[in-house]
Nanobody, 130 residues
Framework: QVQLVESGGGSVQPGESLRLSCVASGETEYRDCMGWFRQAPGKEREVVARMGWDGSTHYTDSVKGRFTISKDNAKNILYLQMNSLSPEDTGMYYC????????????????????????WGQGTQVTVSS
């Protein structure tokens, strides 16, 4: 099992920045795959950014060039740097994690991080308004 605790949310004006943090604890193998998700009121939860077990990163189109996901492996902390925030970024942001999944490609074994992730934090609120 893995426990996740987010922090760093708050209220900011458009154009400002925030950095979210997610502290992970528990079994190491269950946090090989980690990512950030968000949910606005009345909308479904969506993927914001993900990091694979090998450090590969993926971003939803709306945040490319503005958000950066990174991880401090020594401290077991996942970060989401959010720049040039807009009201459309408002929502509850969640950290999630899961173990890598082995898949087969011929005689090769490949580790992947497919959705959905199974372990979630409590969320941290981000509000962007004038």
């Amino acid at each position: 099992q893995v426990q996740l605790v987010e922090s760093g949310g708050g209220s900011v004006q458009p154009g400002e920045s925030l950095r979210l943090s997610c502290v992970a604890s528990g079994e190491t193998e269950y946090r090989d795959c980690m990512g950030w998700f968000r949910q606005a009121p009345g909308k479904e939860r969506e993927v914001v950014a993900r990091m694979g077990w090998d450090g590969s990163t993926h971003y939803t189109d709306s945040v490319k060039g503005r958000f950066t996901i990174s991880k401090d492996n020594a401290k077991n902390i996942l970060y989401l740097q959010m720049n040039s925030l807009s009201p459309e970024d408002t929502g509850m942001y969640y950290c999630a994690a899961d173990r890598a999944t082995p898949t087969y490609d011929g005689d090769l074994i490949k580790l992947e991080c497919p959705l959905p992730y199974n372990y979630w934090g409590q969320g941290t609120q981000v509000t962007v308004s004038s």
